[in-house]
Each structure stands twice: as structure tokens, then as C-alpha cells.
């Protein structure tokens, strides 16, 4: 940091952006301060419950096209990121094997539907491809042998969301940074005020996520549910959507053989746990993919609250002494690069800032 930059800058809230952005800033040199309201491992952020896919394709069709946009840069900006984390796990943070959408033979026509939806929202995509049912069991040869066809998203990743959220931690606590947990906070410009008093920086940052929710902001929590089980019978290269006329589950491999599964996007704030209905339905659709998941156990049924703003796209507003930045939705991990990079561009006073015109248009 310069000397005309912000040194001392405060962080209000732990989660995904919070403990991305204290990582690149103090990289770049300035002095930070994150503050959580609940524990810091584990952690109560949304991007503690996520699946952690990184799939720009498989979101254009129900996105902006500027979410698309940012989530090309992700596929680049997170390997490079990533690689300056020192974390001693055997098991990589990333991985780019593509992702794999299937459908029952009943319902492929909501496969032809999605690969429609694809040219119409990006005209000329790329990095996809059908694959038959041979090449979807050398794909992956443990789902269930009925898949006559799929699409391949080539290019699409997923992020293990819980090691990372740890490993940058850590990271942050090595690097000097100081790091206070179970402390909400209010934020002001240039102020942080806890419950016990009122501390001052050079800039604030609001990260809080559904925290920072308040009448003016119309911020609204937008409710996932997921299911988290663990079994050795299956094995899973990459995440595997599947498309269904009245849902579409995800399934994504975790490390020390579990697995993600989602399928729930409910325009509700209501934090109470799944339901019989949504566990029965992904339980029974998850069984479908493959008879092997019949002894899984399930280790975890996990409910959160994705932050959105009414037209679902990021936002970044910045006033002198304070910085906020929300609404990432259900692409935190997508988003998360463009934003952060915005943000560190803003603060360093470069000439130029990624994503200025989308993440500042209303
Ligand atoms: C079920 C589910 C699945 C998802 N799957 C994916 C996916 O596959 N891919 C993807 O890209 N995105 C996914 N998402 C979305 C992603 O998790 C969010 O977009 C992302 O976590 C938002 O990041 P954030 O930092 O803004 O908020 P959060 O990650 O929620 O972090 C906010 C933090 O602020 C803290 N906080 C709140 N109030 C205060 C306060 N007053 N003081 C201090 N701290 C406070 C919170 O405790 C929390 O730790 C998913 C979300 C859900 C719920």
C-alpha cells in the first residue's frame, strides 16, 4: 500500500469475501482486522453450507450474462490464487474435470431444453459437448447404467468450500492479520462498533452478508438445502447435475468419500431444518443417479441462506471510509474472484477495475 491508500481496514464478517478479501489485501500490504459474529471454524457463512461448484455454463441459462462473464474469470483467477495457499492437505482445494449434466431417458428433453437455453443466452457457447451413454460410463463409471445421453460442461470446476475456508484462516493468522470471533458488529464509515465499544480504521469493509440485511438495502435471503452423505461404494470425478422436469439435483465429490447434494433454491429467510419432503426428494433422486448410494450415510442435512438483491446480481457500493458488498446469491465461489479483484483495484487505486460497470450499475 501506498501512502495515499487505506492501511488499517476492517473487515466485518468471515465468510466467503470477508476472509478472501483480508487474504489479497494483506498480500498487498495493508493491516486487517475480520470480524465474525459466530465461531470461525466452523464457520455459520453460507459458503460453509455451499456446494462449491464453479460452473459458469451451467448458470448462464438461469443468469445475467454478465455472471457468465465473471464466472470465465473465476475458472482463471482461482488455480492462480489458489496456488499461493500454503496448505498441507493431500487433497487438492480445485478441481477442473468439467461437470456432467444427465437426464433419465424420460426427461431428456429437458436436456435438449438446457442445450436451447445455452445457445440462446450465449448464441455461440463453448467448452460443452453431448456425450453418449459409453462415453458417460468412462466418465463415470459408477453411475447408473440407464443414462443414454449427457452433456459434458468441460470447463466447469468445484472448489472443496470447507478446506479452503480453514486453509484461509490460516493463511490470514500467518500473515498477521487479526482474526475476532463470536463479535457482531455494526459498520459506518471508518467505524466498527461492537457490542462493547467503538473502534475506528481507514476503511471499512461490509462482507456480512444476510447480516448486513437491513429496509434500504433490499437484501433478501434466498434458502438452500443440502445433503451431505458419506459412502465408498461410489466414486464421482466431477459434479453431476441431473435434470428432472420438477427439479434439478447436483451432486458434487467431496474429499474422504463424501458427497453434496443440493437441489433446493426456495424464496424463503426461514432458517428451520429440511423438511421430511426435501430429504425424501433428494434422497430419492440422489438413489436414481445410482443404486450404489442406497448404504451412503448421511452424515449432515444443511440449511442456509444464499444473499441476493432483487435482481440477484453482486453489488459493490463505496462511499469514502466504508466499502460494501453483497448479494452474491447462489455463485458466491463464481463471483467472488470479480469482486474481490474490484474491491483490491478500488483500495490500490489502479487505472484499471475489473467489473467496475457491473458490480456499481444501480
Ligand atoms: C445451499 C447452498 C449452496 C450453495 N452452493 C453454491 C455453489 O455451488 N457455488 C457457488 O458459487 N455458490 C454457492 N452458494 C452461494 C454462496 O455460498 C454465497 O453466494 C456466498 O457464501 C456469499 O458470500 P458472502 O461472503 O457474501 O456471505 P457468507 O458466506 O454468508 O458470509 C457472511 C459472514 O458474515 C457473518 N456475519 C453476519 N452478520 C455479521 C455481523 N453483524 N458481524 C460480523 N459478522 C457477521 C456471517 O456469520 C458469515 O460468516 C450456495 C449457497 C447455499 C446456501
Known amino acids: 500500500m501506498n501512502s495515499k491508500q487505506p492501511n488499517s481496514i476492517a473487515i466485518a464478517g468471515a465468510g466467503l469475501l470477508g476472509r478472501l478479501l483480508a487474504w489479497r489485501l494483506l498480500r498487498a500490504g495493508a493491516r486487517v482486522t ?54 498441507p492437505s493431500l487433497t487438492p482445494l480445485f478441481s477442473q474435470r468439467g461437470s456432467l449434466v444427465v437426464a433419465h431417458p424420460q426427461d431428456v428433453s429437458e436436456l435438449q431444453q438446457f442445450a436451447q437455453e445455452l445457445h440462446f443466452v450465449l448464441q ?20 447408473h447404467e440407464g443414462f443414454h445421453n449427457g452433456l459434458l460442461l468441460e470447463d466447469e470446476g468445484h472448489i472443496d468450500n470447507r478446506q479452503l475456508l480453514d486453509v484461509l484462516l490460516n493463511e490470514i493468522r500467518t500473515s498477521g492479520g487479526e482474526c475476532i470471533e463470536h463479535c457482531p458488529v455494526t459498520v459506518s464509515a471508518h467505524t466498527i462498533t461492537t457490542k462493547t465499544d467503538q473502534r475506528t480504521y481507514d476503511l471499512v469493509i461490509d462482507c456480512r452478508g444476510m447480516g448486513a440485511k437491513n429496509p434500504a438495502n ?41 458427497f453434496v447434494i443440493g ?51 453482486p453489488k459493490v457500493d463505496s462511499q469514502p471510509g466504508l466499502m460494501c458488498a453483497n448479494g452474491l446469491f447462489r455463485h458466491g465461489f463464481l463471483l467472488a474472484p470479480a469482486v474481490v479483484s474490484y474491491i483490491v ?18
Open 124 to 143: 455461440k457457447p463453448v467448452g460443452y459437448r453431448w456425450v453418449t451413454r459409453e462415453e458417460i460410463r468412462q466418465l463415470e463409471p459408477d453411475l
Open 263 to 313: 437441489a433446493t433454491q426456495i424464496e424463503s429467510e426461514d432458517r428451520s431444518p429440511v423438511t421430511l419432503q426435501s430429504s425424501l426428494e433428494l434422497s430419492s433422486a440422489l438413489y436414481t443417479l445410482s443404486p450404489a448410494f442406497a448404504e451412503a450415510r448421511i452424515l449432515e442435512l444443511g440449511v442456509n441462506l444464499r444473499p441476493a438483491f432483487m435482481d440477484n446480481m
Open 34 to 87: 475480520l470480524y465474525e459474529a459466530g465461531a470461525l471454524s466452523p464457520s455459520p457463512a453460507a459458503a460453509f453450507t455451499a456446494a462449491g461448484m464453479i460452473s459458469p455454463l451451467s448458470e448462464a441459462v438461469v443468469s445475467e450474462y454478465a455472471v457468465y462473464e465473471m464466472g470465465l474469470f473465476a475458472l482463471r483467477q482461482w488455480p492462480q490464487w489458489l496456488s499461493e495457499l500454503h496448505h
Open 218 to 258: 433490499q437484501l433478501r435471503g434466498v434458502r438452500g438445502e443440502t445433503l451431505h452423505v458419506e459412502t465408498r461404494e461410489i466414486t464421482l470425478q466431477r459434479p453431476v447435475r441431473l435434470m428432472h422436469p420438477r427439479y434439478q439435483l447436483y451432486i458434487v465429490p467431496k474429499p474422504d468419500h463424501r
Open 345 to 362: 483495484a478500488c483500495i490500490q487505486d489502479t487505472s484499471e477495475k475489473p467489473f467496475q460497470s457491473i458490480l456499481t450499475a444501480r
